[in-house]
C-alpha cells in the first residue's frame, strides 16, 4: 500500500524554540514525513513537525494516524497468495496493525530475523528514491530559505504536488541533480 519514511528540509527558525529545530545533524528543519506509492507518488505527506521529532512522534501527530482506520483493510492476490496491504517503515516507527517495521537492530536477532529487515529495507528504498527524486526536481528543499518559517510546510507540500504531476507525466531527472540531492 505504501512506504513511508522522513526527511529533513532546512528553515530559517523562529527565534524562540530555535533548539526545536535543530535535527540530530545539527542543523534547523522541519521534518516531512512522506508515504510514496509503487510509482513514487506521495499519497499522504506530513510537513508540521519541528527538526527535533522523531519519526514516531511525527508520525502520531499526523493526519494518516489519526484517520488510520480509513486506510483499506483490503487485501491483494500476488501470484496466488493473499497479502494483506501495509505501510513499509523503518524500526523508528511503530508496529501497528496497518503499518509493519523492521526489527530493532540488536547482536540477538535471528538469521531469520536479519533477512526478514534485508529485504524490508530493500523495499523502501522506494520512498528514498522519491525524496530524492524531490529533493532533486525542487531545490529550494536543499538549502535554507529566508521567507518566515511558517510558510515552509506550504512550500513543501506544493513541492510534493508538483513532484506528483511530473512523476504522472514521466518527467526524465538528471542524475547530476540526483547526485546534488545527497
Known amino acids: ?3 513511508i519514511d522522513g526527511t529533513h528540509i532546512p528553515v530559517l527558525p523562529p527565534g524562540g524554540g530555535y533548539k526545536d529545530f535543530v ?19 506521495f499519497w499522504n505527506i506530513s510537513c508540521k513537525m519541528p527538526g527535533n521529532a522523531h519519526d ?14 480509513l486506510l483499506l483493510k483490503g ?13 513499509v517503515g523503518d524500526p523508528a516507527y511503530p508496529l501497528l496493525d496497518w503499518l509493519i517495521k523492521g526489527y530493532t ?6 538469521p531469520e530475523q536479519e533477512s526478514f529487515n534485508v529485504y524490508l529495507s530493500s523495499l523502501r528504498v522506494g520512498v528514498e528514491m522519491a525524496f530524492g527524486k524531490l529533493k532533486s526536481r525542487w531545490r529550494v528543499l536543499l538549502k535554507r530559505s529566508d521567507f518566515h518559517f511558517s510558510f515552509a510546510p ?14 504522472k507525466q514521466k518527467d526524465a531527472i538528471s542524475t547530476n541533480w540526483l547526485e546534488e540531492s545527497k
Request: glycine residues 8%.
Open 56 to 69: 514516531a512522534t511525527v508520525l502520531r501527530q499526523s493526519e494518516l494516524f489519526q484517520k488510520a482506520h
Open 1 to 3: 500500500m505504501g512506504l
Open 105 to 110: 537492530n540488536s547482536p540477538n536477532l535471528t
Open 23 to 41: 535535527n540530530r545533524k545539527g542543523w534547523p528543519s522541519y521534518v516531512l514525513q512522506g508515504v510514496v506509492d509503487d510509482t513514487g507518488c
Open 154 to 167: 506550504t512550500m513543501i507540500a506544493t513541492c510534493c504536488a508538483l513532484h506528483n504531476f511530473w512523476e
Open 75 to 87: 487485501v491483494k492476490n500476488i501470484q496466488g497468495e493473499e497479502v494483506r496491504l501495509l505501510v
